[in-house]
């Protein structure tokens, strides 16, 4: 009897709730580690970029509008929704030897636990970084957090998972929307992301994932003058000298962190209300106070 050949699954990027192909029609092929193509990923180009910034600028408003207590929900429907699918990201994290079985499912359950950290300050970061200011006079001065808007999530090579979640989730309970780009590591982790987001009552285009040559849509994100922030972390000096280049020519706010492959299951570290505040503007309101 003929062997039966197999079917490699072909992953999509996640843009504005649907699952696109590159409207280039690139794609990688995914090696295990017997070199062997076991999966296609979407190779994202310039064009899926301006897409899926286009996606989030929609969405940032009903987004931003929604109360911190519902956007809480949402974040945690996700948690759910990404351990409903932990057997999936353990196989995916193990895929190219860079994982045991043990550190994958560890990974996967950090991933989760962050996501459920976030969707606890979502109704919470604006009583801890807002404040009530003193003045001289008969009025009451308030100073209160609001979403930036519109954020670049830009992770890592590793952890793959856990740090691209990690990127995504404090500007997300803040109100922002997102464009977060994989690392090259695991980028089928990165697009099974995109289903369980697709599945988590998250409204279509507030998180987008493209996954590819994070290298390559570097420069765009940089000079993207409808980008209001990027959320980075540990990544080589060319690529991050890259990011702040465009602090010069579009007044972008650019965050790169330096995490450490340890770090990232520091939950002290990484679910701080600290990492919310670079994505959010500081407004200021008067008001008369009674008589």
């Known amino acids: 009897m003929p062997s039966r050949l197999t079917v490699t699954k072909t992953y999509k990027l996640y843009i504005g709730g649907d ?16 070199e062997r193509v076991v999966a296609h990923i979407a190779h994202a180009s310039r064009k899926d970029l301006r897409n899926a910034v286009v996606a989030a600028r929609k969405a940032v408003p009903g987004w931003m509008a929604r109360t911190g207590y519902n ?10 929704m990404l351990e409903g699918k932990a057997d ?3 196989t995916a994290l193990m895929l190219p030897g860079t994982h045991t079985k043990r550190e994958a499912r560890a990974e996967v359950e950090a991933t989760v636990d962050r996501l459920v950290a976030f969707a606890g300050w979502t109704d919470k970061f604006s009583q801890v970084l807002g404040c009530h200011n003193p003045v001289a006079g008969p009025y009451y001065n308030f100073t209160v957090p609001e979403a930036t808007g519109l954020v670049a999530a830009v992770a890592p090579d590793e952890p793959g998972l856990l740090a ?14 997102i464009v977060a780009v994989s690392g090259n590591h695991h980028p089928i982790a990165a697009s099974i992301l995109g289903e369980v987001l697709a599945t988590s009552d998250l409204p279509a285009g507030v998180v987008n994932i493209l996954t590819g040559n994070r290298a390559e849509l570097l420069p765009w994100i940089s000079e993207h003058r ?19 280049r465009g602090m010069s020519e579009n007044i ?23 990492w919310i505040e670079p994505f959010i503007e500081m407004k200021t309101i008067w008001h008369p106070a009674a008589t």
């Open 19 to 34: 699952f696109p192909r590159s409207e280039s029609g690139r794609s990688l092929p995914v090696h295990d580690l017997d």
């Open 71 to 80: 956007r809480g929900q949402i974040i945690y429907r996700m948690a759910e």
């Open 88 to 90: 999936e990201f353990i």
């Open 164 to 177: 691209l979640v990690s990127l995504i989730a404090p500007p997300l309970a803040a109100g922002n929307a």
């Open 226 to 244: 409808d980008i209001d922030a990027v959320h980075a972390a540990d990544l080589p000096d060319d690529e991050a000298l890259t990011l702040r």
């Open 252 to 274: 972008k706010r650019v965050r790169v962190r330096e995490v450490g492959e340890d770090g990232w299951f520091d939950a002290d570290l990484c679910t701080s209300p600290w």
